[in-house]
């Protein structure tokens, strides 16, 4: 799982207000910050923050949209806007992409449940590989393929 989150990039937080108006927001900066535990920034998703102050219940769903399979993650968050957390999320953001990037918080969330996100490509079709999976679903993006 981790070197999934590492490799796919983009997540997906799902988080719903106090009186359940869900609100799903895309996320460059998932980090996983220790076995039980991944992070992200807030950079640019008020709604986000807003909802996670008034209900720390959220989901996660981080996706490889070309092999389609990823895992979907269950949590509660806390948010930190200074201190050890913030920084050391912040500082690896920030020596990636420059200091330019505005984070205002990073919310630390506590995995409660994980559950790996599986496209019914993979039973559809028994036996298929994970190659194949990605030799169609590269073709539908327009992108090819090289083979290692």
Excluded at 4 to 31: H, Q, R, W, Y
């Amino acid at each position: 799982m981790k070197a999934a989150v590492d490799d796919i990039g983009l997540c997906f937080v799902a988080t719903a207000s106090s009186d359940g108006m869900p609100n799903v927001s895309p996320k460059g900066s998932l980090t996983v910050w220790d076995g039980d535990h991944l992070a992200f920034a807030n950079i640019a998703s008020p709604r986000t923050m807003k909802n996670i102050k008034e209900n720390l219940k959220l989901e996660i769903n981080t996706i490889d949209q070309i092999c389609r399979r990823g895992f979907r993650f269950k949590e509660t968050g806390e948010i930190f806007e200074r201190g050890d957390v913030f920084d050391h999320v912040a500082n690896d953001i920030w020596n990636r992409e420059g200091r330019d990037v505005p984070i205002h918080a990073i919310v630390k969330v506590r995995v409660l449940e994980a559950q790996e996100v599986l496209s019914p490509a993979y039973w559809l079709r028994k036996g298929v590989t994970v190659e194949e999976v990605r030799q169609v679903w590269a073709g539908r993006f327009g992108y090819k393929i090289i083979p290692k």
